[in-house]
């Protein structure tokens, strides 16, 4: 997990130094606020799951680090993406408008879900229409 968290952290601060060319999609102190609850959503999955980890069939070590180091990053990824559909409105989906400093809270809270759970992404790109149907 520290593997991961540490590329996560790269990532992070890759996007935040490209944070000026992304601004006309998303605020640099939005983007920050994102990344960090979406790697708080896979450190909370990846706990969460600890207890429930049966290490006596012998699973490959490289394997156990691999899932656990790349979470975070797919976490990252997962997360920009769900906040562009639902910032942008590719989706029909309603959501009670919130002003002020709290509206963000809805990315914010789709960012940790992110992380904590990829069906919940993959569920929300699923949904994107990619074709017309006739």
Not at 11 to 18: E, H, P
Not at 50 to 77: E, F, H, N, W, Y
């Amino acid at each position: 997990m520290a593997i991961g968290i540490l590329a996560a952290a790269m990532l992070g601060g890759t996007l935040m130094l490209i944070a000026g060319y992304l601004e006309p999609y998303v605020a640099p102190s939005l983007l920050l606020l994102i990344l960090l609850s979406a790697g708080l959503g896979s450190v909370a999955s990846v706990l969460s799951r600890l207890p429930s980890i049966d290490l006596r069939q012998d699973p490959s070590d490289v394997m156990i680090i691999l899932s656990g180091a790349t979470k975070p990053i797919v976490a990252i990824i997962f997360a920009i993406v769900v906040f562009l559909i639902l910032d942008l409105k590719v989706l029909d989906i309603q959501f009670r408008s919130s002003t002020g400093p709290r509206s963000n809270g809805l990315y914010l809270v789709s960012s940790f879900l992110c992380g904590f759970s990829e069906r919940f992404a993959t569920d929300i790109i699923s949904r994107i229409p990619l074709g017309k149907k006739d």
